[in-house]
């Protein structure tokens, strides 16, 4: 075997655990919500209480992931990685376990320490373990792994809860993250990471300091994250929901397009890995694909078209989200000073927390004021306002390279 084969058989063992590790974390994105059915009657909980434990979740996770970078830049990615999983799997024994809301809500806050550490850990072993020919193809498989997560949860958790109740559903659930970290702990020497600058040797923006958040491109980096976050929440929550209401169309088919527009964004992400490999400015692939998504959003706002519109629009619009993606990654790669890149990712990805966290109670409002077409139109604008910061973060990051030493 020549070393290019063992160098692609290499790779693909990287992208291969990075994405199952990738999956698992959005898995436990939806552990509660899609338990709500059997939560709310077991504990006597509201709506609003049950949307706190979300918004646990993902206020832990957005602080935390900013945290989580300065470990994995400090102690290496693995080791990070691997506390992560396993720190999964006890929040779902802690939640099986619960007898009042106080235990639901240190499961959340467990759930959302453990989800913290994947981005910046998951993004670290991506760059220092792939080759750079294939780079756009791992951020790829990154992408459709977390879209195949948040598929597979409420089937599996929805299916055993019904049978088997709600408890038995999270035992089930903590044998995931369980398996998952024996598969990695077995492999772990593929995902060895690079070793550790001496911090009186290490280069600029190596040395642990935060000098990396005075780029101007990090937070327009986690700007385009927040905006994005927040659509893609109004999209999760109260997409299915104004379709029909917006075209009278059933709740089956509702539902299946919003599953149409998670299928299409993981085709969307294939097909991105291919561009991305392909392309040089990958701002203006993002922006480009924004703003087709973004058009296509006030479409659907409008509630003008035929019935069956619904389903096709919807597809369309997660299939150019999807083939952002890849581009979306390695535009923060460019982004990123050398030896920084788990900081620069834990700090970036946490506007995606935080996004989730605002965008279900912004979209929420406008529901409460029986406006279901202002939800895509909401959509719409995020994206929109997601282009600039995408621009941005290209001119600047070209800036920086340009400029003299």
Same mark, same amino acid.
């Given at each position: 075997m020549n070393s290019d084969d063992n160098t692609l058989r290499q790779d693909a063992r990287v992208i291969g655990l990075v994405g199952l590790a990738h999956g698992t974390s959005h898995f436990y994105h939806l552990i509660l919500a899609a338990l709500i059915p059997w939560l709310k009657p077991a504990f006597q909980l509201s709506y609003t209480e049950l949307g706190l434990l979300m918004s646990v979740f993902f206020v832990v996770s957005g602080v935390g992931q900013a945290m989580a970078g300065f470990v994995v830049d400090r102690v290496g990615a693995r080791a990070v990685l691997f506390s992560g999983i396993a720190m999964l799997g006890l929040s779902a024994l802690v939640l099986s376990s619960a007898a009042s809301y106080a235990g639901l809500v240190l499961g959340a806050l467990m759930a959302g320490m453990g989800n913290a550490v994947f981005h910046p850990a998951d993004y670290t072993l991506l760059n220092q373990r792939v @080759?750079?020919?294939? =780079?756009?193809?791992?951020?790829?498989?990154?992408?459709? @792994? /977390?879209?195949?997560?948040?598929?597979?949860?409420?089937?599996?958790? #929805?299916?055993?809860?019904?049978? $088997?109740?709600?408890?038995a559903a999270l035992l089930w659930a903590a044998a995931l993250p369980a398996s998952v970290l024996a598969a990695l702990v077995l492999n772990r020497h593929a995902l060895r990471p690079d070793p550790i600058a001496p911090r009186g040797r290490a280069e600029a923006g190596q040395d642990g300091t935060l000098d990396f958040l005075k780029l101007r491109s990090v937070w327009m980096c986690f700007g385009f994250f927040l905006l994005t976050a927040v659509a893609l929440g109004g999209i999760q929550s109260f997409a299915s929901i104004s379709l029909e209401s917006l075209y009278g169309i059933s709740r089956e088919l509702a539902t299946s397009s919003y599953t149409a527009y998670m299928l299409a964004s993981a085709v969307g992400m294939l097909a991105g890995g291919f561009l991305g490999a392909g392309v040089k400015h990958h701002d203006r692939t993002v922006?480009? *694909?924004? *703003?087709?998504?973004?058009?296509?959003?006030?479409?659907?706002?409008? /509630?003008?078209?035929?019935?069956? !519109? +619904?389903?096709?629009? !919807?597809?369309?619009?997660?299939?150019?989200? /999807?083939? +952002? /993606?890849? @581009?979306? %990654?390695?535009?923060?790669?460019?982004?990123?000073?050398?030896?920084?890149?788990?900081?620069?990712?834990?700090?970036?990805?946490?506007? =995606? %927390?935080?996004?989730?966290?605002?965008?279900?109670?912004?979209?929420?409002?406008?529901? %409460?004021?029986g406006r279901p077409g202002w939800v895509f +139109?909401?959509?719409?604008?995020? $994206?929109?306002?997601?282009?600039?910061?995408?621009?941005?973060?290209?001119?600047? #990051?070209?800036?920086? $390279? =340009?400029?003299? +030493?």
């Open positions: @080759s750079r020919a294939r =780079l756009a193809h791992g951020f790829s498989v990154h992408g459709i @792994s /977390g879209n195949i997560g948040w598929a597979a949860a409420p089937i599996f958790l #929805t299916s055993i809860a019904a049978t $088997q109740g709600w408890r922006a480009l *694909a924004f *703003a087709a998504a973004a058009a296509l959003a006030l479409v659907l706002a409008a /509630g003008a078209g035929p019935s069956w !519109m +619904a389903l096709p629009l !919807m597809g369309l619009i997660g299939l150019c989200s /999807g083939v +952002a /993606g890849p @581009s979306r %990654d390695l535009m923060i790669r460019a982004a990123a000073p050398k030896g920084a890149t788990g900081r620069v990712y834990g700090v970036v990805y946490s506007g =995606l %927390d935080s996004g989730l966290a605002i965008g279900p109670l912004l979209f929420g409002l406008v529901m %409460d004021a +139109a909401g959509v719409a604008l995020f $994206q929109a306002l997601a282009i600039a910061t995408a621009v941005g973060v290209g001119g600047s #990051t070209r800036a920086r $390279q =340009l400029a003299p +030493a």
